[in-house]
């Protein structure tokens, strides 16, 4: 039986999805997947910020002696253990008074940050505010996430550019008056994503005062914060504990960096219990808990610190190496936070093709990052972003191809 399509009718569909720009991966395989890679060179990715270390032995087995538990639906609230696995975990890590964060009140799973950073701007963008539509503030470059929601939301994005005059951290309190009255959510993310900066204890303090003084609920994702090269980044939660106000504050960790577990998609968020509410409320309807198994695995991981300081003892090793091959080039820095490497190289785009063509080298154009300003310019057009993902020896071989060929 023949089927004749006549294709979709657009004025049916939500008008905002055609605002969403094309994803930055996709816009990669645009670039490069017409070229020809040198077929007698392993093709290597540094464009994804995919982990590839191992994660601990323990995950499999755990997961396999939960099996019996995928015939289950899983609480989309968390199970208790792991409820408090990561409240111990928050007071350990960022020295929380005994009783700021309770497990049940403050605390929601989610699987993976993506998903939950996303569906935090339908609690948080009112349809208008000031009289008009919201804005939601963003780094510049960002988490292309933090854009898709905004528009998805109604709001209208505003990207406060994060450059190497002001630290690669946004200003946001320079803003004009009239965006910052407007603004009902911010996505903001220490270690940065992709410059690797880290937001200081003052810094934080400044980015709460704002949103307490101009009413808006602040988001910081903090997925990066367990890779480090130094002191451990503080946390948004160590400045709300100084007056134990979390109003309007929530924060965002994953297991996927600290723990090696793409995969496994599990992470959580914590902060206001008013804002909790909604937010596991919005998730009975279209959130998706992880299974029972996962959830048993990751309490396992978030109560254990061994395989995280190996991890981050691997990444420390991997600067090192990056340094000595790329010191004095590219603009070169060490990044505090984070596994990537933020390049000057002066197109990112001619970098990337050339990188992909010459030694099958993929990296992501720093443009692919970034809005345009007001005048039509990216400010991200020189770089690119190289993660550093794969093993050493893997890794030695890349940053060597890469050094020899730009």
């Not at 709460?208 to 602040?218: E, K, M, P, W």
């Amino acid at each position: 039986m023949n089927i004749q399509t006549t294709g979709t009718d657009h004025n049916i569909i939500n008008p905002r999805l055609d605002r969403l720009p094309d994803y930055p991966f996709e816009r990669l395989r645009g670039l490069l997947d017409h070229l020809l890679a040198p077929d007698n060179l392993q093709p290597l990715s540094l464009s994804l910020g995919e982990p590839q270390h191992p994660y601990p032995d323990f995950v499999g087995e755990i997961i396999d002696a939960n099996r019996h538990l995928y015939g289950k639906y899983p609480p989309v609230a968390g199970t208790p253990e792991f409820l408090e696995a990561v409240s111990n975990w928050l007071q350990l890590r960022y020295g929380l008074p005994n009783g700021m964060i309770e497990a049940h009140r403050h605390i929601a799973p989610c699987a993976g940050t993506r998903e939950a950073l996303f569906r935090t701007a339908f609690l948080a963008v009112p349809p208008e505010k000031a009289g008009q539509q919201p804005i939601v503030l963003m780094p510049n470059p960002f988490y292309q996430c933090y854009a898709g929601a905004a528009i998805a939301a109604g709001a209208k994005p505003v990207f406060v550019n994060a450059l190497a005059e002001n630290g690669f951290l946004p200003d946001f309190a320079k803003l004009d008056e009239d965006i910052l009255s407007r603004t009902a959510l911010v996505y903001f993310c220490t270690p940065a994503n992709p410059q690797g900066a880290v937001a200081s204890q003052s810094y934080l303090k400044g980015l709460v005062a704002l949103s307490r003084q101009y009413n808006f609920t602040l988001v910081v994702d903090e997925c990066y914060a367990e890779i480090y090269d130094g002191d451990p980044p503080p946390g948004t939660l160590q400045v709300c504990a100084q007056d134990g106000n979390l109003s309007g504050i929530l924060v965002f960790h994953s297991l996927s960096k600290r723990s090696n577990v793409a995969g496994l998609r599990s992470g959580f968020v914590a902060g206001d219990p008013d804002l909790m509410v909604l937010f596991r409320r919005l998730s009975e309807y279209g959130g998706s808990p992880s299974p029972l198994p996962v959830f048993a695995a990751a309490t396992a991981l978030w109560r254990d610190e061994e395989h995280v300081v190996a991890n981050r003892g691997l990444y420390s090793e991997k600067l090192d190496l990056a340094e000595r091959i790329l010191s004095n080039r590219f603009g070169f820095y060490r990044p505090l936070g984070g596994f990537f490497l933020w390049l000057d190289v002066g197109d990112g785009e001619a970098a990337a093709k050339e990188l992909w063509s010459k030694g099958a080298i993929r990296v992501l154009p720093g443009s692919y990052l970034a809005a345009e300003d007001p005048d039509g310019r990216n400010s991200c057009t020189p770089y690119i972003r190289v993660a550093l993902v794969h093993n050493r020896e893997l890794m030695e071989e890349a940053l060597g191809r890469m050094a020899e060929i730009l």
